[in-house]
């Protein structure tokens, strides 16, 4: 499964992600980063296929996705359960999370990992 990781043609959209990110996905990178949570380090914008994640483990091989807005609408809604299904069959588990989780409930993401 290793060919399906950080392919190099993603490269730029991955860094264009990690630099442009939402002020959720930032405020939750504060908490994982450096091994914040059980000591597991966290990547940002890993991508897995033609998939980008917003944070990934390999040692757990898990996914953390921060929803906005953008994901409510039923096309999204599909789209994401087709990503969640391909990642789940490459032996990922993914949490996704509303963006005002990060700020509203962080202990839950916390207990989840």
Known sequence: ??????????KPYRKHLRNNSTSAEACL???????????????RQHSVANYILDFYC???QLAIELDGEPHADMVSIAIDTERNEF????????????????????EVIIEDV
Not at 29 to 43: M, Q, T
Not at 88 to 101: A, D, L, M, Q, S
């Open 1 to 10: 499964m290793s060919n399906l990781h950080n392919r190099k043609y993603l």
């Open 29 to 43: 990178w504060k908490i994982l980063k450096s091994k914040g949570i059980g000591g597991y380090k966290f990547r």
């Open 58 to 60: 390999p040692e757990l």
């Open 87 to 106: 990642l789940n069959k490459n032996g990922i588990t993914v949490f996704r999370y509303e963006n005002r989780w990060v700020f509203e409930y962080p």
